[in-house]
């Protein structure tokens, strides 16, 4: 069934702009964000003045950043929790509004004190985990799965029930390592074995090890959108947002969730699917939410390239062992920039950032030849999950 869906193709992302990502990078999120916005003006080549709408993610808020930046006049501005897909949906459906007509969309990240001994030893970064924390209480009920631990639950689970080997893991944390070793932005490029997966230290057994998890770091990504009909007349080759979508269930606390085929994925890439003139074989590059490997896994079998339960042997049957890397039916590479596991946990917006700098054809070392289309799946079951497909020309 085809959806009413009338901004397909009418919003454009023509400016990409990102900070070097590193485990401590010596600033502030608000300098990075200012940092990424200033290249992502600069990349699309629009100045402050034509900038109408600022989009970010909390805790970064919009009207600081537009104060930072000199923007004279917003008529729109929002912040709301990551994944990424949230601001970028967010964003675009303001521009075909007419709400606004150009939207600076950031997101950072900073390493926390719950993630590094030397990040606890920071005092700004403690008052800052605090803050955001503090809009989240429930993440410090001590009776519930919230976050890491209700992946690791879940993933017991998928194994439990399905014919599944921590190997099928292994592949997507070596693709991640490959791909990212071909960039210059990946903080974690060094190349890794299956024997260096399994050897990793446990820290969720009896499944999630050290190279399970998403990298912390410091960075940020921000992006420049506006209607398809001025993107034509900017520097960057216009990359479409040929569909845009959120997902969630009404059992967005994790424990609650009855199983792993009535998740928010489901919910996205159904919406998704009713909406783009795209099918899944037009699809030529793959950008799955990899914060754990196993939603990266659930991502293959959610979108359609396999059934519930075959995640694993579809990703060892399309495992490139010449190359180390995943290759879908020979040709669809996926997360080429090295994904959370080794770009960084960017919380989705690496992954768009890939796919528009593969789109414009601006990735350099890594660009896939003559890729027009993308799909990028960001989030994990529960709630704030998103996906978006992208095109160009």
């Known amino acids: 069934m085809t959806r009413r869906y009338p ?14 990502f590193s485990r401590h990078a010596g600033k502030s999120d608000l300098a990075l964000v200012i940092e990424a916005s200033h290249n992502a003006m600069a990349n699309a080549g629009v100045a402050r003045e034509d900038i109408d709408g600022v989009v970010g993610t909390t805790p970064i808020p919009a009207d600081i950043v537009q104060g930072a930046l000199g923007i004279p006049e917003a008529t729109y501005f929002l912040n709301c929790f990551p994944t ?62 919230h976050f ?40 974690l490029r060094s190349p890794i074995t299956m024997d260096d997966y399994l050897a990793a230290r446990m820290v969720r057994p009896p499944i999630f090890g050290m190279l399970d998890m998403d990298y912390p770091v410091d ?31 009404d059992k967005t606390v994790e424990e609650n969730m009855p199983d792993l085929e009535h998740s928010a994925h489901q919910v996205v890439m159904k919406g ?57 039916r020979g040709r669809v590479p996926v997360n080429t920039h090295g994904g959370s596991l080794s770009d960084g946990a960017t919380q989705g917006s690496g992954h768009i950032r890939e796919a528009v700098q593969q789109l414009q054809g601006t990735a350099g070392t890594h660009q896939v030849r003559d890729v027009k289309s993308a799909l990028v799946g960001a989030g994990g079951f529960f709630m704030y999950t998103g996906g978006l497909i992208l095109r160009a020309d």
């Open 7 to 20: 901004v397909k193709d009418q919003v454009a992302i023509v400016g990409v702009g990102t900070t070097p």
């Open 84 to 145: 990424f897909p949230q601001q970028i949906t967010n964003a675009a459906n303001a521009v075909f509004s007419g709400t606004c007509d150009t939207v600076l969309v950031y997101h950072s990240v900073m390493v926390s004190p719950f993630q590094s001994g030397s990040a606890a030893a920071d005092p700004f970064r403690r008052r800052r985990a605090m803050d955001a924390g503090g809009m989240r209480p429930r993440s410090y009920w001590p009776d519930d799965i």
């Open 148 to 187: 890491p631990p209700s992946y690791a639950s879940w993933a017991n689970r998928y194994f439990h029930d399905s014919e599944v080997r921590r190997e099928h893991l292994g592949y997507v944390a070596i693709n991640s390592r490959t791909n990212a070793a071909m960039t210059e932005h990946a903080p």
């Open 219 to 249: 960075g940020a990504d921000a992006f420049v959108i506006t209607t398809a009909e001025r993107a034509k007349d900017l520097r960057q080759k216009p990359v479409y947002l040929h569909a845009s979508l959120l997902g969630q269930t």
């Open 272 to 328: 998704l699917w009713e909406r783009s003139d795209l099918v899944l074989d037009d699809i030529e590059l793959f950008l799955p939410y990899d914060g754990f490997s196993f939603i990266c896994l659930k991502w293959f079998e959610n979108v359609g390239y396999c059934e519930p339960g075959q995640g694993g042997a579809f990703i060892e049957d399309n495992f490139d062992k010449d190359a180390n890397r995943i290759m879908i």
